[in-house]
């Protein structure tokens, strides 16, 4: 575990094994130990480095939300790769994390070698679909400052529809998941929604035609909504894949983790052997 300092905030950073770089993003709620299942066997094939992101985990959760903006992320990260000599790294992001590699590689393609998306969002296209969305996400931002975090995981995040599929994960595998979403602080989730939530986000549309990266994109059959938006930006990424997992929902790593760790380890194999 480390603390690295860029541009005046923390990110706790976490790497092991050896060989190609490859950096991993969690969703909203989370935090980079997350990946912890996948690391195995994910560095018999890479290095493996997972960072808590702006208002998650350990990293540093600013007031400001717009320093947890994509795009301030996005050059924070780039000067983590940097600094531990791990760029071009493969991104895989999840979710939010999704969103978070995809602004990395429009904005700095020369940190990214290979994206693997899963449930990614290239942002909200309607102008007024945004703005309802930003209204929305400063509602909910209130409310995990006024009710706390127990309140927010039990009676609102976990009972959401996209979550729908962690009904049926193994009990133990249910209460892990809960645990951690709880270590994170009401004001670091808050202010990551106001900054970096889908509504706050500038749309990525007009610029995915530009990712000159290989591009695996995974899509849970059990999430309607979150597919589609899978399939879009896997339609504008040239030579992008889509993998849709049946089976699983918003967080196919989580439902079915033993087909991702298989998928995202061929996928590995294939582009670092190029």
Known sequence: MTLLTVAGVRYEVRSGGDGPPLLLLHGFTGRGADWG????????????????LLGHGRSDAP????????????????RIL????????????????????????????DVVAALVLESPSAGLAD??????????????????????????VDTW???????????????????RLRSARLRNGPAG????????????????????ASIARPALVIGGA??????????????????????????????AHRDQPAAFRRIVTTFLQEELAA
């Open 63 to 78: 007031v400001d939300p717009d320093r947890h903006a994509l795009p301030a992320q996005a050059a924070d990260l780039a």
């Open 222 to 251: 059990l999430d309607p909504i979150g597919l589609d938006r899978a399939r879009e930006v896997a339609g504008r990424i040239p030579g992008a894949r889509l993998i849709v997992l049946s089976g699983a929902g918003h967080g």
């Open 157 to 175: 995040w976990e009972t959401t529809p996209v979550f729908a599929s962690e009904r049926d994960l193994p009990p133990a595998a249910r209460a």
């Open 189 to 208: 989730l808050a202010a990551s929604l106001r900054g970096a939530g889908q509504g706050a986000m500038e749309p990525l549309f007009d610029r995915l």
């Open 37 to 52: 299942p996948m690391l195995p066997a994910f560095r018999r094939h890479a290095r493996t480095i997972t960072v808590d």
């Open 127 to 152: 102008p007024v679909e945004r703005a309802r969305r930003q209204a929305a996400d400063e509602a909910l931002a209130a409310r995990i400052e006024r009710d706390g975090i127990e309140a927010f």
């Open 82 to 109: 940097r600094r531990l000599g791990a760029a071009p790294a493969v991104i895989v992001g999840y979710s939010f994390g999704a969103r978070l590699a995809l602004q990395l590689a429009a904005d700095h393609p």
